[in-house]
């Protein structure tokens, strides 16, 4: 089992900047694929950005140049860094974990947290 808890949620002016959080915890030796999705009241959860073997990185199209993730594995924490936000990207922010157990892959979620663009 992985453990995944985000935080660094909240609300921001359009403009503004918010860095999310994802701590994980548990068996994490073969998580090889993390990543960051989110879903907006009424739409279906879309991948916002995500690091596959630990140096493959993938962004939404809407998010390029604006979002950063990174990655700490000593820490075993995950980052995004989102600037210049946008009122389209409010939404509730999920993390998400890959395992990989011989052929078995398993997908793990963070509880989620809210980013409000608003003024």
């Known amino acids: 089992q992985v453990q995944l808890v985000e935080s660094g949620g909240g609300l921001v002016q359009p403009g503004g900047s918010l860095r999310l959080s994802c701590a994980a915890s548990?068996?994490?030796?073969?998580?090889?694929?993390m990543g960051w999705y989110r879903q907006a009241p009424g739409k279906q959860r879309e991948l916002v950005a995500r690091?596959?073997?630990?140096?493959?990185?993938e962004y939404a199209d809407s998010v390029k140049g604006r979002f950063i993730i990174s990655r700490d594995i000593a820490k075993n924490t995950m980052y995004l860094q989102m600037n210049s936000l946008k009122p389209e990207d409010t939404a509730v922010y999920y993390c998400?974990?890959?395992?990989?157990?011989?052929?078995?892959?398993?997908?793990?979620w963070g509880q989620g947290t809210q980013v409000t663009v608003s003024s």
């Open positions: 548990g068996n994490t030796f073969s998580v090889h694929r």
């Open positions: 690091i596959s073997g630990g140096t493959m990185i």
């Open positions: 998400n974990a890959r395992r990989a157990w011989g052929t078995v892959e398993t997908d793990y």
